[in-house]
Nanobody, 126 residues
Framework: QVEVVTSGGGSVQTGGSLRLSCVVSSDTYRDYCMVWFRQAPGKQREGVASAEGDGRTKVADSLKDRFTVYKDVANNTLYLQMSSLTPEDAAMYYC????????????????????WGQGLQVTVSS
């Protein structure tokens, strides 16, 4: 019903930049929230950024000065541009789809009710 395809990620040095992409395909749903999460080893998964169906976006307060998110509404693609990366940003990054409007932490509380793409490894070397 919903397919989530992610791309991007990789390895960069401290201070570098990366862009992640998430493309959603669905024959059934037209109104959904797209969310980027990340999970570092030994840490809980956390929300990074999100986008409503109409393209309105939001980035976690702690990341706003370095991360930007943009949704290509026509192509159902969500981009996460990350800059000034540090080793603390190293993590597995996930894109998820939540049906309807964005609700903070919904996919963390109800992972089975969201659609997840393949995780993207981001490595930042010092």
């Amino acid at each position: 019903q919903v397919e989530v395809v992610t791309s991007g990620g990789g390895s960069v040095q401290t201070g570098g930049s990366l862009r992640l992409s998430c493309v959603v395909s669905s024959d059934t749903y037209r109104d959904y929230c797209m969310v980027w999460f990340r999970q570092a080893p030994g840490k809980q998964r956390e929300g990074v950024a999100s986008a409503e169906g109409d393209g309105r976006t939001k980035v976690a307060d702690s990341l706003k000065d370095r991360f930007t998110v943009y949704k290509d509404v026509a192509n159902n693609t969500l981009y996460l541009q990350m800059s000034s990366l540090t080793p603390e940003d190293a993590a597995m990054y996930y894109c998820a789809v939540e049906l309807g409007i964005c609700t903070d932490g919904y996919c963390l509380r109800h992972p089975d009710l969201c659609y997840w793409g393949q995780g993207l490894q981001v490595t930042v070397s010092s």
